[in-house]
């Protein structure tokens, strides 16, 4: 009966692991398309990463609940399952937001240079949050996931930056407003994959130590 | 053990109680039984003779003990009982005794009293006057002996019980001990009871069974981890999950793997999509290969799964280093390109030139600078050509007849030789130092000395200076160095030079002239001779490129 579990619990980590590297190539590849602008090939095959990670949704909440109607586990293991439940939740919408980010990049057309650097930071920040989040989900490292809150101050001022730039853009009345919009749609979408991966590093911090956002749930 | 010791014990201590006691009851009241009875045939006797003697009187003090006698008339009426009042009594004569002795003069019969505890015989015998004396003892039944004894048949009992239990727990400890105190890494030099021996002895032979493979496994694990510890290709055996069997020192390096790592997925390591996809062909059962980058480096994976009756028992991984490779292949391609792109140049221009002259479009009077072009243009290809032909063949290793060459007087000649194009850009040439000569390949030598000092120039400031010296080393070698005060080479650019058709100058530009292949020449022609390449350059400032020959073999 344990040995079930147990083996239950190891392929619930393998899809978790799986799903998080879904996140990370759909948002590399998204980010990738925005910076280069090939975008036509790029969205095809985030549409394709997001329905695999919609897929793994699925599938993982279905192991979770197996897990928690038949094997009744306690203490680490139930935060560990419950977390798992939780952070698929902010997975699946990085994934939707990888999408509209592909999706708005069409519409948006190429990327005028003298916005790329800061959007790229700012979408390499990202990309490196949900890659920490993800790290510290697989060594189970407290420590490395407290970290990624700590990024996200960074990319929300990078999003003020790039808003104030929109702004002063606007104000100069130079290029189209479309474009502007667009682009702070994409700011937009970045900065709340980066508040997501903050979220899975919270769950994360909550199956290792118990503790969620400073506070004792269980 | 001590339970079934234990009633064996009291089976047997039980059982011999038993059968001493039936037999034992059995004899001694049959012998009780007859005693009593002959006794009360002579009590019988007597107390006839006695009535026959004295009548009635016979009874008056009369102290007959236990026995009861009883004197009964012809009729069966009772004439007189010693216990019990005669008048009372019923007729007697239906007793079995009774109706005996009237017939035969002598009676005797037995009856059970109604509780069955005690059995009274009696024995009864005619007087001459017809009437009969009887008499009757009363003595206890076998079942109201027993009952008796029922008490101190349990005590016995119980002491059996007791005794059993206290045998059964010391046998069982005196076999069991010895068994306990067993030494099992040495059976045989236990002192044990002989009935051990033979488990002794098999034990003895298993512990060498077990540890003979013992060491057949640690050994093929040695050998295993052997081969695999010092092979440069990274290594990981997974099971059906994915799960990390084993993983060596290598592939731990490329994945940046701990001693953790065994038992865990192999995902934890790495969850590139190249891998998953990978992991997912393998899973299915089919080789996978895909070619991932870590630190710098780029590795070729192959999955291969492990199987067994068709079905997937696990996975082999084997990753190598294909840096080198790759990076040789890049290098090939790029050639590839650039010979085509190359040769293909001249060859525009020379049937440009060779159509416009063939249609009659050249005027008369430029007939001669179209040729010209022709010409010159011809000469490039062959001396790219030959470039080329050069570099293949130095590849190919092909042995070129050596001889002794005066280095200096090379130098000389190069220089006269470059000396109209340095003076059409005002630039000096000087040819100094010691000298020096080396046993080689004449014409590779010309090459290295011309193709520095042609680079010298082209790539030299107006009315600039490029020095050319040949030095004999302190080693013993000779070095030729060409100095120029040009505009040298960036840092970014400097290990790269060497390379085919690799130009600072991305635009390819044809103004300084040269196939891109003149310091690969000289760097193979160098190697050929065994000899060493030092570069210093400073961009703006110049630069300086030695060659530096080994000293002469004595072979």
């Known amino acids: 009966m344990r040995n079930k579990f147990d083996e239950q619990l190891a392929t619930l980590n393998r899809e978790m692991i799986s799903m998080g590297a879904l996140c990370e190539e759909a948002i590399a590849v998204t980010a990738r398309s925005i910076l280069d602008g090939d975008n036509p090939a790029a969205i095809d095959r985030v549409r394709v990463l997001e329905n695999e990670i919609d897929q793994k949704e699925r599938d993982i909440e279905s192991i979770c609940l197996k897990l928690l109607l038949q094997q009744q586990p306690v203490a680490g293991d139930l935060r560990q399952i419950s977390a798992a439940l939780k952070m698929i939740t902010d997975m699946e919408r990085i994934g939707d937001q990888a999408l509209d980010i592909a999706e708005t990049a069409v519409f948006m057309g190429p990327l005028e240079p003298e916005d790329a650097p800061l959007l790229g930071e700012l979408a390499r920040k990202v990309i490196s949050m949900v890659t920490d989040s993800v790290d510290a989900f697989v060594r189970h490292d407290a420590e490395a996931a407290g970290s990624v809150a700590a990024k996200d101050d960074e990319a929300d001022s990078l999003f003020t930056r790039i808003k104030s730039s929109i702004i002063e853009r606007i104000s100069r009345h130079s290029g189209t407003g479309e474009y502007a919009l667009d682009l702070l749609m994409i700011a937009k979408y970045l900065e709340r994959i980066g508040d997501h991966a903050t979220n899975i590093a919270e769950w994360v911090e909550f199956s290792v130590t118990g503790v969620h956002k400073g506070g004792e749930m269980l | 053990m001590t339970k079934k010791i234990f009633r064996a014990i009291f089976m047997v201590a039980f059982l011999v109680l038993l059968a001493c006691l039936a037999l034992i009851t059995g004899v001694l009241y049959d012998n009780f039984t ?41 009729d069966g009426s009772v004439l007189y009982d010693t216990d019990a009042d005669s008048g009372a009594m019923e007729n007697h004569s239906t007793r079995e005794e009774f109706i005996e002795a009237v017939e035969t003069g002598r009676g005797e019969s037995s009856r059970y009293s109604s509780t069955l505890s005690t059995e009274t015989i009696y024995r009864a015998v005619l007087l001459d006057d017809g009437t009969v004396l009887r008499t009757a003892a009363d003595h206890d039944t076998v079942l109201a002996l027993l009952l008796g004894m029922f008490f101190p048949l349990l005590a016995i009992v119980a002491a059996a019980v007791a005794l059993a239990a206290w045998l059964a727990s010391r046998l069982a400890r005196r076999i069991v001990g010895p068994l306990n105190a067993i030494d099992l890494d040495s059976p045989l030099e236990n002192e044990a009871y002989d009935e051990l021996s033979p488990l002794l002895t098999r034990v003895e032979s298993q512990k060498e069974q077990i540890k003979s ?24 055996l997974l099971d059906r999950e994915g799960m990390i069997l084993s993983i060596n020192p290598s592939a731990a390096r490329i994945f940046g793997a701990g001693s953790a790592s065994i038992g865990r997925d192999i995902l934890t390591l790495d969850r590139s999509p190249e891998l998953r996809s990978l992991m997912e062909s393998a899973s299915a059962g089919r080789h996978g290969e895909v070619v991932i980058e870590r630190g710098g480096a780029e590795y070729q994976l192959s999955a291969s799964p492990v199987l067994t009756d068709g079905v997937s028992r696990g996975t082999v991984l084997l990753a190598f280093d294909v840096t080198e490779k790759l990076k040789a292949e890049r290098i090939r391609r790029e050639f590839t390109a650039n010979v085509s792109h ?25 007939q001669q600078r179209f040729l010209g072009r022709i010409r010159s243009e011809a000469e490039r290809l062959v001396a790219l050509v030959d470039d080329v032909i050069d570099l ?23 220089a006269g030789d470059l000396g109209p194009a340095a003076e059409k850009r005002g630039i000096a040439i000087s040819v100094g130092g010691s000298g020096g000569s080396v046993f080689g390949v004449r014409r590779l030598l010309w090459e290295i000395v011309w193709n520095l000092c042609d680079n010298a120039v082209k790539y030299g400031r107006d009315g600039g200076h490029v020095s050319v010296a040949v030095e004999g080393t302190a080693s013993g070698g000779v070095s030729l160095s060409v100095a120029d005060d040009g505009i040298g080479i960036p840092a970014e650019h400097r290990a790269r030079v060497f390379e085919r058709f690799y130009r600072v100058d991305k635009s390819h530009s044809r103004a300084t002239g040269g196939t891109g292949l003149g310091l690969s020449i000289v760097k193979h022609a160098a190697q050929y001779h065994g000899a060493q390449i030092e570069l210093e350059s400073e961009e703006g400032r110049g630069t300086r490129i030695a060659v530096l020959f080994p000293p002469r073999s004595t072979g």
């Open chain 2, 213 to 236: 493979q013992l060491e057949e496994l640690s050994r093929r694990r040695e050998e295993f981890s052997a081969v695999t510890d010092n092979m440069s290709e990274g290594l990981i």
């Open chain 2, 342 to 366: 190359e040769l293909k140049t001249p060859l525009h221009s020379i049937m440009g030139a060779a159509e416009l002259l063939q249609d009659g479009l050249v005027k008369s009077e430029d």
């Open chain 2, 392 to 414: 293949s063949r130095m590849d190919e290793g092909d042995n070129f007849p050596r001889e002794e060459t005066d280095l200096l007087q090379l130098a000389r000649d190069v």
């Open chain 2, 34 to 74: 007859r005693q009593q009875s002959d006794q009360l045939s002579a009590q019988a006797e007597l107390a006839a003779q006695g009535v026959e003697d004295e009548g009635l009187a016979y009874f008056d003090g009369l102290d007959s003990g236990d026995t009861r006698i009883t004197w009964i008339a012809a």
